[in-house]
């Protein structure tokens, strides 16, 4: 069955780069979804039955070359959702072609990669204005910000909650570093800055059981927030989020359950039936290849929580 309608003329034509074992569960609910805002107009896949396959389903067109997709005009934006076959080549390439650019999840698997997009050449000109680019023009899937538990906390903490004191994340801390980066880009995302000190309470070193950060800048000592990520105690990989408010406190126990609780009132919601991180996160890419600017986080942003974690190897972090 074909996913179109005769309005696909006004809609953002996009290129699909990699499909991969994510595609069914995240994306492919995203994208039908998201008809009204854009329509998948090439598809460009190593398996070329997976890649007809798909096509097929959205009237779109199939490549078998990566620099062909690169240099059709009509194309608005390219999501590039599988990066096992891809190298800081192909994601150079991709980055430098001047179309906007979805990176999703897959991808942030490989920071080594992504730095080498905003690594210019200190003698060359053009290659930084192309690293001053691709920041701009690379977006990558920061899912955490945009859980539907997280945008009810955003608007709790505008509401009922008031502004954040502390962080606790209850975590698998043992896994890949960058999945720990994702959890530390959150707590930016949420305070509003990144993090200016890494420490032990104790003073000692730190270790594979718990990280701890401050977000100090432009703030009196008296006034200084945290946020602790710590090793959950049965192991779960899915982490478990308990913030402390001027007004109240919330937790997130997934990403659709919140509950919350002033001195006055309190309540457990779920919230399954909101648009999930990844529609939000595409519809704001759309919004973005037309020229808007939206606040879904820079790809700078990412590797800078990514350094943070990486820093803490050296103290008895443990991950990949």
Not at 82 to 92: K, M
Request: with cysteine.
């Amino acid at each position: 069955m074909r996913m179109v309608d005769q309005s696909r003329r006004d809609r953002v034509g996009l290129g699909l780069i990699g499909l991969g074992p994510s595609w069914e569960q995240r994306y492919l609910d995203a994208l039908v979804r998201l008809q009204s805002r854009l329509t998948v107009r090439l598809v460009y896949d190593p398996v070329e039955a997976r890649a007809k396959s798909i096509a097929s389903e959205f009237d779109a067109e199939v490549t078998g070359s990566l620099r062909q997709m690169l240099a059709r005009p009509k194309l608005q934006g390219l999501l590039v959702l599988d990066p096992g076959w891809l190298g800081a080549g192909a994601l150079s390439l991709i980055a430098g072609s001047g179309k906007p650019v979805f990176l999703a999840r897959p991808v942030l698997r490989q920071p080594t990669a992504l730095r080498a997009l905003l690594q210019p050449c200190p003698t060359s000109n053009t290659e930084a204005k192309q690293a001053n680019s691709a920041n701009d023009l690379c977006m990558p899937e920061l899912g955490l910000r945009f859980t539907p538990s997280t945008c009810r906390l955003r608007e709790l903490i505008a509401t009922k909650l008031g502004r954040i004191k502390r962080i606790v994340i209850a975590c698998d801390l043992s896994g890949e570093k960058t999945e720990t980066a994702h959890l530390v880009d959150w707590c930016h995302h949420l305070m509003g800055q990144p993090p200016t000190v890494v420490s032990n309470p104790n003073g000692q070193s730190i270790s594979n059981h718990a990280i701890d950060f401050e977000f100090n800048s432009g703030l009196p000592p008296f006034n200084t927030r945290t946020a602790r990520l710590q090793q959950g105690s049965n192991g779960n990989e899915v982490a478990r989020f308990s913030i402390e408010c001027e007004r109240g406190h919330a937790t997130l126990s997934d990403r659709t359950h919140i509950r919350w609780e002033t001195s006055t009132e309190s309540a457990d919601e779920s919230l399954v039936d909101e648009r999930s991180e990844t529609e939000i996160l595409i519809d704001q890419f759309c919004r973005r290849a037309l020229g808007g600017l939206n606040p879904v986080g820079r790809l700078s942003e990412y590797l800078s929580a990514i350094e943070v974690v990486e820093s803490l190897s050296g103290r008895g972090v443990s991950g990949k």
